[in-house]
């Protein structure tokens, strides 16, 4: 064989081993950042998710990899094969990611039961929590630390004649990994095999990866890296090293602060759900990418790479500040959009893909500046005589860099110059590095760059448009009208931007507080105007568990919003504290803006309010309460779906009395029934019984007994003064108003629950924190939980307790108003009857009033006995006497009744009699056949309607009470 066909041969080989070796590092990446996601979702759990829990996180995650990539710097030169020393730390973090889940469990479950119980003080909780945190995953974050510097060590070392293509190409292969990977987590993995199975994912890829490069480390000779070699300069003082290492940190620590901006800047524009972060972090780390992508092949053509550097720095913090230009318009955009798409499976399709475009326009330039950097700073290095440990300097650097930014920026910079000015401190600083690089090595500032120095300066002048802002966007796709709205505060916290907005509606004006865009309290400014729903809601979740459960004297609020609850409990005076848990202080400032209506929250000695995380909180007191209230956001928003998981119930049980109450609210609009049923799952899992009420038709309100059925023997709450006045704002004044309100309960919801196999939201399967961000796009509706109220079916025991004539007439809920027109619509029937005789003769006009009769006779049938009779009675009065008529006034009789023998025969009459039969009658009919244990005719019927019907609880509960 020539010697050109072997050095051909030898060519080819290496380009198979390099681009196999690229391949894996991609695939090392999209772990790796699956890890990055997953440990943070679990670490969370346990630190909670308050501001100092977010930020302590990254460092313990980030300030390993520092770690990693410090230590293989600096044991490089001991490594023969610097691709085998690659495979055996990826087979390691393969072996860590097979057994974390249940390590994790268990050292947790061992710290809440034996653990923290033991410990004296909260300051003592908290060192141990960190401390266990720490252990848990700092072993493998110095692991993936690592692997940046062997992987590209080994290129460098074997394939020495494109050091700065292989840095680059390395360093993209593997963000452009990373940013598919939390793609492919958050969209897929975690849905489809919740956080254990995510992470095993990621293992078995690490065990591919390590196999891959195993066999392929075969193919180089073991020898130890070259010593350094320096000029005698650069021997004696380490200029390049030292301003190169410190540019590398403080490039970091900008581009973390503009990560952190944005991230919050475009949750008010794209929502603040799990799946809206994860498209922001992959475009974050897709600009990266992109920008190492794009200098591999010109970073070894480079004449002057340390003014590139400059050059690079400058241009990326005059694109960053750039931002502050085009956010405003992100918000016209998202309202564009949300018009345009229909709320289907496409449309949320290209919801997500048009909100990862408004990630990438805002981000894009920027980070493709900062994805330069790391390769072009590690390239200059080894072009001035330092060997393969200086990947491992500068990436040690970078990391660290990055996690002094993460903490100015949420504990410092946010809190006192808000997210635009973190941006222009950002760009600032990297104009600034930019040219004193320059300046230490001499080189001369071109001239047209000068007028953009002061960029970010000057664009701070340019104000976000808070009104757009605190829109909700995403939800709506309307922005406020600035004649009818204005803010009247706004903050940006630690965790969210917090917004108060005064809107004149017709002759009201009303008051929302908001989170990131999301209202989360509403309230009517005027007395003499109807309350907003969200008052309703508020002042309910308070006074049903002062209604049932007497000498109440200590209670947890979960989030303050309005803090018109809070406020609501101390209008009691048997109560002697009240603890309200908010994670936001901002929201703290924001309630104090309904002054008018929670003034107790603030003024009552009895009440203390605390700026912290809900686990981290109860662990830390150890206090039992009689009512622990959780009243937090939407269970879209990210890390708000992990108080409706199993293990929260299990854990807050343990802080509630013996005969102690949870009430919690949970939302039935923008979410569908599955989901409601899951977190009904989990809780049924975790509390011997709960009631389900409803205080408008959007919101549920669920109150729970950890130990005991609860008894409900109501208590005129309207005997306290002050009680009376607050409920008196919503227009209930007898203990009947509140009763109405009463839905449903375990015993009912338990059958058709198990019924359809719904399983319970967790911690680790996060069913509601996966489903619900794609519910909110579709607008779903739980609102078919109502139909357990209307129907006769599944009525309640308390049904017969209400007194229909002791109802507020202006009680403006749903049902409240129903009875009030079933009473009023047998007088409209009636005088429809304008002519007796012919009436009675005319089929036609029979059959419609038979069929409008029916329907008003249903909406009664959920009532007492004696109340359904007397609508009947009042119904049929005056009626035809004929047998069609009959047939109905003895169905609705026997359904009144109970008398399911009945029911059946007169059922079968009106088949005769009409030839058809409605779906509330067929439904009745299947029900007494169960009743009476006709199983087999029971199960026929029920089969034939659910091929009609899909998904109607009545139907699922009858089907239930068959088996």
Same mark, same amino acid.
């Given at each position: 064989?020539?010697?050109?066909?072997?050095?051909?041969?030898?060519?080819?080989?290496?380009?198979?081993?390099?681009?196999?070796?690229?391949?894996?590092?991609?695939?090392?990446?999209?772990?790796?950042?699956?890890?990055?996601?997953?440990?943070?979702?679990?670490?969370?759990?346990?630190?909670?998710?308050?501001?100092?829990?977010?930020?302590?996180?990254?460092?313990?995650?980030?300030?390993?990899?520092?770690?990693?990539?410090?230590?293989?710097?600096?044991?490089?030169?001991?490594?023969?094969?610097?691709?085998?020393?690659?495979?055996?730390?990826?087979?390691?973090?393969?072996?860590?990611?097979?057994?974390?889940?249940?390590?994790?469990?268990?050292?947790?479950?061992?710290?809440?039961?034996?653990?923290?119980?033991?410990?004296?003080?909260?300051?003592?909780?908290?060192?141990f929590?960190?401390?266990?945190?720490?252990?848990?995953?700092?072993?493998?974050?110095?692991?993936?630390?690592?692997?940046?510097?062997?992987m590209?060590?080994?290129?460098?070392?074997?394939?020495?004649?494109?050091?700065?293509?292989?840095?680059?190409?390395?360093?993209?292969?593997?963000?452009?990994?990373?940013?598919?990977?939390?793609?492919?987590?958050?969209?897929?993995?975690?849905?489809?095999?919740?956080?254990?199975?995510?992470?095993?994912?990621?293992?078995?890829?690490?065990?591919?990866?390590?196999?891959?490069?195993w066999?392929t480390?075969?193919?180089?000779?073991?020898?130890?890296?070259?010593?350094?070699?320096?000029?005698?300069?650069?021997?004696e003082?380490?200029?390049?090293?030292?301003? @190169?290492?410190?540019?590398?940190?403080?490039?970091?620590?900008?581009?973390?602060?503009?990560?952190?901006?944005?991230?919050?800047?475009?949750s008010?524009v794209?929502?603040?759900?799990?799946?809206?972060?994860?498209?922001?972090?992959?475009?974050?780390?897709?600009?990266?990418?992109?920008?190492?992508?794009?200098?591999?092949?010109?970073?070894?053509?480079?004449?002057?790479?340390?003014?590139?550097?400059?050059?690079?720095?400058?241009?990326?913090?005059?694109?960053?500040?750039?931002?502050?230009?085009?956010?405003?318009?992100?918000?016209?955009?998202?309202?564009?959009?949300?018009?345009?798409?229909?709320?289907?499976?496409?449309?949320?399709?290209?919801?997500?893909?048009?909100?990862?475009?408004?990630?990438?326009?805002?981000?894009?330039?920027?980070?493709?500046?900062?994805?330069?950097?790391?390769? @072009?700073?590690?390239?200059?290095?080894?072009?001035?005589?330092?060997?393969?440990?200086?990947?491992?300097?500068?990436?040690?650097?970078?990391?660290?860099?990055?996690?002094?930014?993460?903490?100015?920026?949420?504990?410092?910079?946010?809190?006192?110059?808000?997210?635009?000015?973190?941006?222009?401190?950002?760009s600032?600083?990297?104009?600034?590095?930019?040219?004193?690089?320059?300046?230490?090595?001499?080189?001369?500032?071109?001239?047209?760059?000068?007028?953009?120095?002061?960029?970010?300066?000057?664009?701070?002048?340019?104000?976000?448009n808070?009104?757009?802002?605190?829109?909700?966007?995403?939800?709506?796709?309307? @922005?406020?009208?600035?004649?009818?709205?204005?803010?009247?505060?706004?903050?940006?916290?630690?965790?969210?931007t917090?917004?108060?907005?005064?809107?004149?509606?017709?002759?009201?004006?009303?008051?929302?507080?908001?989170?990131?865009?999301?209202?989360?309290?509403?309230?009517?400014?005027?007395?003499?105007?109807?309350?907003?729903?969200?008052?309703?809601?508020?002042?309910?979740?308070?006074?049903?568990?002062?209604?049932?459960?007497?000498?109440?004297?200590s209670?947890?609020?979960?989030?303050?919003?309005?803090?018109?609850?809070?406020?609501?409990?101390?209008?009691?005076?048997?109560?002697?504290?009240?603890?309200?848990?908010?994670?936001?202080?901002?929201?703290?400032?924001?309630?104090?803006?309904?002054?008018?209506? #929670?003034?107790?929250?603030?003024?009552?000695?009895?009440?203390?309010?605390?700026?912290?995380?809900?686990?981290?909180?109860?662990?830390?007191?150890?206090?039992?309460?009689?009512?622990?209230?959780?009243?937090?956001?939407?269970?879209?928003?990210?890390?708000?779906?992990?108080l409706?998981?199993?293990?929260?119930?299990?854990?807050?049980k343990?802080?509630?009395?013996?005969?102690?109450?949870?009430?919690?609210?949970?939302?039935?609009?923008?979410?569908?029934?599955?989901?409601?049923?899951?977190?009904f799952?989990?809780?049924?899992?975790?509390?011997?019984?709960?009631?389900?009420?409803?205080?408008?038709?959007?919101?549920?309100?669920?109150?729970?007994?950890?130990?005991?059925?609860?008894?409900?023997?109501?208590?005129?709450?309207?005997?306290?003064?002050?009680?009376?006045?607050?409920?008196?704002?919503?227009?209930?004044?007898?203990?009947?108003?509140?009763?109405?309100?009463?839905?449903?309960?375990?015993?009912?919801?338990?059958?058709?629950?198990?019924?359809?196999?719904?399983?319970?939201?967790?911690?680790?399967f996060?069913?509601i924190?996966?489903?619900?961000?794609?519910?909110?796009?579709?607008?779903?509706?739980?609102?078919?939980?109502?139909?357990?109220?209307?129907?006769?079916?599944?009525?309640?025991?308390?049904?017969?307790?209400?007194?229909?004539?002791?109802?507020?007439?202006?009680?403006?809920?749903?049902?409240?108003?129903?009875?009030?027109?079933?009473?009023?619509?047998?007088?409209?029937?009636?005088?429809?009857?304008?002519?007796?005789?012919?009436?009675?003769? #005319?089929?036609?006009?029979?059959?419609?009033?038979?069929?409008?009769?029916?329907?008003?006779?249903?909406?009664?049938?959920?009532?007492?006995?004696?109340?359904?009779?007397?609508?009947?009675?009042?119904?049929?009065?005056?009626?035809?006497?004929?047998?069609?008529?009959?047939n109905?006034?003895?169905?609705?009789?026997?359904?009144?009744?109970?008398?399911?023998?009945?029911?059946?025969?007169?059922?079968?009459?009106?088949?005769?009699?009409?030839?058809t039969?409605?779906?509330?009658?067929?439904?009745?009919?299947?029900?007494?056949?169960?009743?009476?244990?006709?199983k087999?005719?029971?199960?026929?019927?029920?089969?034939?309607?659910?091929?009609?019907?899909?998904?109607?609880?009545?139907?699922?509960?009858?089907?239930?009470?068959?088996?």
């Amino acid at each position: 064989m020539s010697t050109l066909a072997i050095n051909q041969r030898i060519t080819f080989s290496e380009t198979i081993n390099r681009n196999t070796l690229i391949l894996v590092f991609f695939l090392s990446g999209f772990a790796g950042l699956i890890y990055e996601s997953i440990w943070t979702q679990y670490l969370k759990l346990f630190l909670g998710h308050a501001a100092y829990a977010q930020t302590l996180v990254l460092i313990i995650f980030m300030g390993g990899m520092a770690l990693g990539a410090w230590l293989a710097s600096k044991y490089l030169h001991k490594f023969k094969n610097l691709f085998l020393a690659y495979a055996i730390v990826e087979a390691i973090v393969g072996i860590f990611a097979l057994v974390f889940h249940n390590i994790y469990v268990t050292s947790t479950d061992f710290s809440y039961n034996i653990v923290m119980p033991f410990l004296g003080s909260s300051l003592q909780i908290e060192v141990f929590k960190w401390s266990l945190a720490t252990l848990l995953i700092l072993p493998q974050t110095i692991l993936l630390g690592s692997t940046f510097p062997l992987m590209s060590a080994g290129f460098i070392h074997y394939f020495p004649e494109k050091k700065g293509h292989s840095l680059s190409i390395l360093y993209f292969s593997n963000s452009f990994g990373a940013a598919i990977g939390v793609l492919v987590a958050g969209f897929y993995l975690v849905h489809t095999v919740g956080l254990p199975g995510t992470l095993l994912t990621a293992g078995l890829i690490n065990f591919a990866v390590a196999l891959i490069s195993w066999i392929t480390s075969k193919q180089f000779v073991d020898e130890s890296i070259q010593s350094t070699h320096l000029d005698k300069q650069e021997v004696e003082t380490h200029k390049t090293l030292k301003v @190169l290492l410190i540019v590398a940190a403080i490039t970091g620590a900008a581009s973390f602060m503009y990560e952190v901006a944005w991230i919050r800047m475009l949750s008010m524009v794209l929502g603040s759900s799990v799946h809206s972060f994860e498209l922001m972090l992959s475009a974050f780390i897709l600009g990266l990418a992109i920008g190492g992508f794009w200098i591999r092949n010109k970073i070894s053509k480079i004449t002057n790479p340390i003014q590139w550097l400059g050059y690079i720095q400058i241009i990326m913090g005059i694109l960053a500040a750039l931002t502050i230009v085009f956010y405003n318009y992100t918000f016209d955009f998202m309202a564009f959009t949300m018009h345009a798409l229909q709320r289907t499976e496409p449309g949320y399709i290209y919801f997500n893909l048009v909100s990862h475009a408004i990630c990438l326009v805002i981000m894009l330039p920027a980070t493709i500046c900062a994805g330069m950097t790391l390769p @072009l700073i590690t390239y200059i290095l080894l072009e001035n005589g330092y060997n393969e440990r200086s990947i491992g300097w500068v990436y040690s650097s970078n990391t660290i860099g990055s996690i002094l930014g993460v903490v100015i920026a949420v504990q410092i910079v946010i809190p006192l110059f808000g997210l635009k000015n973190l941006i222009v401190i950002g760009s600032t600083i990297d104009i600034l590095i930019g040219i004193i690089a320059l300046a230490l090595f001499k080189y001369k500032l071109k001239t047209k760059f000068v007028a953009f120095i002061l960029s970010p300066l000057l664009l701070s002048f340019i104000n976000f448009n808070e009104l757009k802002m605190a829109s909700g966007v995403y939800r709506s796709g309307t @922005l406020p009208n600035s004649d009818l709205s204005n803010i009247i505060y706004h903050a940006d916290g630690k965790t969210a931007t917090v917004a108060v907005i005064k809107q004149r509606k017709e002759k009201n004006t009303r008051i929302y507080i908001s989170t990131n865009g999301k209202t989360d309290a509403s309230a009517t400014i005027s007395q003499d105007h109807p309350p907003t729903p969200d008052e309703d809601t508020m002042i309910l979740t308070a006074a049903i568990p002062m209604a049932i459960k007497s000498n109440i004297s200590s209670v947890a609020i979960v989030g303050i919003g309005s803090g018109i609850s809070s406020h609501v409990f101390l209008s009691n005076p048997q109560i002697e504290s009240v603890d309200t848990i908010e994670i936001e202080k901002e929201m703290v400032e924001g309630a104090k803006f309904f002054k008018n209506f #929670n003034f107790r929250i603030f003024d009552d000695a009895r009440s203390n309010i605390h700026i912290a995380d809900a686990r981290t909180f109860f662990f830390s007191n150890q206090k039992k309460y009689d009512v622990i209230m959780s009243e937090p956001s939407n269970p879209w928003v990210s890390g708000v779906a992990s108080l409706y998981t199993t293990e929260f119930y299990s854990l807050i049980k343990k802080f509630i009395k013996e005969d102690g109450l949870f009430v919690q609210w949970l939302q039935i609009y923008e979410i569908d029934i599955n989901l409601v049923f899951s977190a009904f799952r989990a809780l049924g899992e975790n509390f011997n019984d709960y009631i389900v009420y409803a205080s408008n038709q959007g919101d549920l309100i669920i109150v729970s007994s950890p130990n005991k059925k609860i008894d409900i023997n109501y208590i005129d709450i309207f005997n306290i003064d002050n009680i009376r006045s607050d409920l008196s704002r919503i227009k209930h004044s007898s203990i009947d108003d509140i009763i109405i309100h009463e839905i449903t309960n375990k015993a009912i919801l338990s059958k058709i629950i198990n019924k359809t196999k719904t399983n319970p939201n967790s911690d680790y399967f996060p069913i509601i924190q996966q489903k619900s961000d794609k519910t909110r796009y579709f607008k779903s509706s739980a609102h078919a939980i109502f139909d357990l109220k209307l129907s006769h079916i599944t009525k309640i025991k308390t049904n017969n307790k209400i007194n229909i004539k002791n109802l507020n007439k202006e009680n403006t809920f749903f049902i409240a108003q129903k009875i009030s027109q079933t009473n009023k619509s047998n007088i409209t029937l009636k005088n429809s009857i304008y002519n007796k005789e012919f009436f009675c003769k #005319n089929n036609g006009l029979l059959d419609e009033w038979i069929k409008k009769t029916a329907t008003s006779l249903y909406t009664s049938s959920w009532l007492n006995k004696k109340v359904a009779l007397d609508h009947i009675e009042a119904h049929f009065k005056d009626s035809c006497p004929v047998e069609k008529v009959n047939n109905l006034k003895e169905y609705f009789t026997s359904i009144a009744t109970n008398k399911y023998s009945d029911t059946i025969k007169q059922v079968e009459k009106f088949i005769l009699l009409n030839n058809t039969i409605d779906l509330p009658m067929r439904v009745s009919y299947s029900y007494a056949l169960a009743k009476l244990n006709y199983k087999e005719d029971a199960k026929r019927e029920v089969s034939e309607i659910n091929r009609k019907v899909k998904n109607n609880l009545i139907v699922t509960y009858i089907d239930a009470l068959l088996d």
